[in-house]
């Protein structure tokens, strides 16, 4: 077994708090790197340092009695060993397996109680740890008021307040139809929730939803028939080959499949307000807002090498111009100066665009650097996020992390051209970057790493490079806190870190979707993604 190590990091405000998350919990940590307080999203009660220090001292105080309840468990048990055990009956019935088996009872009632009571059904698969309730997207706003975490296993985007002093509170929770892929702010006074999803579109919901934002049930009825309406689809006009003609078989029969099972249970619409703002054929992986000649932009990026620049809202149907060029997937996208976009993804180079007039301004090596300092074997790499920090005084600074590469690449960014700086090697895998400006010290830059063990985790994972340190202070140390501690096998640990190599396409991939798929998508077919997603697939 293998710890599950802390995924996303953000900071919260300009206080030296840092926000983590791991499995279903966010984690907030003071200045001083002492650990604030636990919030579970998944219900759980939330625990703070003093109510750990609290349950430890009534685990070591002296409980009266204790000699006379071990006796009387002694007892029991010997009682219960003079009785002659329960003949073993054939297997026929629920009864006899419960009395034949009494050790598999009692798992399938533990398993029952940890699924609510449910009875798992017939045919029905098992759960995956990949598929439960965990953050996949964290982001707070630059003030620090606000917690935006996406969970994957439900699909919702939870919005929580943050007091200032490393408490959280709630305030909502909105389920997706489809799995959120990516989330941004607006510049509007981010009062706004840009979330793309892995079908393609982009979504606007209210950051605080107020009163007015709920709908009833005969607007949320119309909400979702427009959206079964919107939701791209093959046809028979659509047709033009023989293996576009079997794609489309089997669309008919998932949609039939559904439908029957649409029949059984009525499928819930969305209950809150929501406006779909723009749609990709293709996976969406990135999402950013920017801003130019006082005109707000939204800046999308998919799994099929497309940077799209649409406007911002109210006009995010207007296509301004796209920015293509690259060869593989992009995974992510910045801006490090306002008129610099920077990509990411499955090439070998990091790409730095002028995003206004759609031009290609230069490309960075990132592949080199890292099989000559940090001993990466092969041709590829893909690289997982790229986090921006303006240095006081001084040229912009980026890092770029890669899926399963033990370094950080940082790179200078001054006057809209990129050039490499140095890399970091690290104990792990690199899982996220946040920045924390602590006050009268130097800026703090967090890593959470993978640090790849089996048994208990000897570290939290939070790496700590100081910024600026001229005095060459000693980073501190965050602590690894017990509350919320998830175990599982480490191939079930790596299904959930390791998602973006996955992107790569195939042989298969470039025959089905560069081809008949290809021209299906086109006029109006889904991409493989969405057709999976339709599917009932998360």
Same mark, same amino acid.
């Given at each position: 077994m293998a710890p599950l190590p802390f995924q996303f990091l953000c900071a919260l405000g300009q206080d030296g708090i840092l926000c983590a998350s791991r499995g279903d919990s966010l984690y907030t940590f003071g200045p001083d790197c002492s650990l604030i307080a636990e919030h579970s999203l998944s219900g759980r009660p939330a625990v703070t340092e003093g109510a750990k220090e609290e349950e430890e001292a009534r685990n070591q105080a002296p409980q009266n009695g204790s000699s006379e309840a071990t006796s009387q468990t002694q007892g029991e048990e010997a009682t219960e060993s003079a009785t002659p055990p329960a003949k073993r009956r054939k297997v026929g019935s629920e009864a006899d397996v419960s009395s034949a088996q009494p050790a598999a009872g009692n798992d399938q009632a533990s398993q029952q109680a940890n699924n609510g009571g449910q009875k798992k059904k017939k045919g029905e698969k098992p759960a995956d740890a990949t598929e439960k309730s965990y953050v996949i997207l964290l982001k707070a706003t630059s003030s620090g008021t606000h917690v935006v975490a996406v969970t994957g296993g439900n699909k919702s985007v939870c919005v929580l307040e943050h007091d200032g002093k490393g408490h959280l509170t709630e305030l909502s929770q909105r389920q997706m139809v489809k799995r959120p892929s990516g989330i941004a702010l607006t510049a509007d006074d981010e009062k706004t929730i840009l979330v793309a999803d892995k079908f393609g579109d982009v979504y606007a919901l209210p950051l605080v939803p107020?009163?007015?934002?709920?709908?009833?049930?005969?607007?949320?009825?119309?909400?979702?028939?427009?959206?079964?309406?919107?939701?791209?689809?093959?046809?028979?006009?659509?047709?033009?080959?023989?293996?576009?003609?079997?794609?489309?078989?089997?669309?008919?029969?998932?949609?039939?499949?559904?439908?029957?099972?649409?029949?059984?249970?009525?499928?819930?619409?969305?209950?809150?307000?929501?406006d779909l703002l723009l749609g990709h054929v293709s996976m969406l992986t990135?999402?950013?807002?920017?801003?130019?000649?006082?005109?707000?932009? %939204?800046?999308?990026?998919?799994?099929?090498?497309?940077?799209?620049?649409?406007?911002?809202?109210?006009?995010?149907?207007?296509?301004?111009?796209?920015?293509?060029?690259?060869?593989?997937? %992009?995974?992510? %996208?910045?801006?490090?100066?306002?008129?610099?976009?920077?990509?990411?993804?499955?090439?070998?180079?990091?790409?730095?665009?002028?995003?206004?007039?759609?031009?290609?301004?230069?490309?960075?090596?990132?592949?080199?650097?890292?099989?000559?300092?940090?001993?990466?074997?092969?041709?590829?790499?893909?690289?997982?996020?790229?986090?921006?920090?303006?240095?006081?005084?001084?040229?912009?600074?980026?890092?770029?992390?890669?899926?399963?590469?033990?370094?950080?690449?940082?790179?200078?960014?001054?006057?809209?051209?990129?050039?490499?700086?140095?890399? %970091?090697?690290?104990?792990?895998?690199?899982l996220d970057v946040a920045f924390v400006q602590v006050p009268g010290q130097p800026s703090r830059m967090v890593v959470s790493l993978d640090q790849d063990v089996e048994g208990p985790s000897p570290s939290s994972g939070l790496y700590v490079h100081l910024l600026c340190n001229e005095g060459q202070q000693q980073p501190p140390v965050y602590p690894n806190p017990e509350g919320g501690r998830i175990d599982l096998p480490r191939p079930e640990v790596e299904k959930i870190l390791y998602t973006i190599g996955n992107l790569r396409k195939t042989e298969f991939d470039d025959v089905t979707v560069g081809g008949d798929q290809a021209a299906a998508g086109d006029a109006g077919a889904p991409a493989p993604e969405a057709a999976e997603d339709e599917s009932g697939a998360p």
């Open positions: 107020s009163a007015d934002d709920a709908l009833d049930e005969s607007s949320a009825a119309a909400l979702q028939e427009s959206t079964r309406l919107a939701r791209k689809g093959a046809n028979n006009l659509t047709v033009h080959t023989q293996r576009n003609l079997k794609a489309l078989e089997e669309q008919a029969r998932q949609r039939a499949a559904k439908q029957q099972q649409k029949e059984e249970q009525k499928e819930a619409g969305p209950t809150f307000k929501q990135s999402v950013a807002v920017a801003s130019a000649d006082g005109r707000p932009y %939204i800046l999308t990026g998919d799994r099929d090498e497309h940077i799209r620049v649409s406007r911002g809202i109210p006009q995010a149907h207007v296509i301004e111009n796209f920015c293509l060029g690259h060869t593989s997937f %992009i995974s992510t %996208i910045c801006l490090p100066q306002p008129d610099v976009l920077v990509s990411g993804g499955g090439d070998s180079e990091l790409y730095v665009w002028d995003w206004k007039a759609g031009v290609l301004k230069s490309k960075v090596e990132i592949l080199q650097h890292a099989k000559e300092e940090a001993n990466v074997d092969g041709d590829k790499i893909a690289v997982t996020g790229l986090y921006p920090y303006n240095v006081p005084g001084g040229a912009g600074l980026l890092v770029a992390v890669c899926e399963r590469v033990k370094a950080l690449f940082v790179f200078k960014m001054q006057d809209g051209n990129l050039t490499f700086a140095e890399t %970091i090697n690290v104990a792990g895998y690199p």
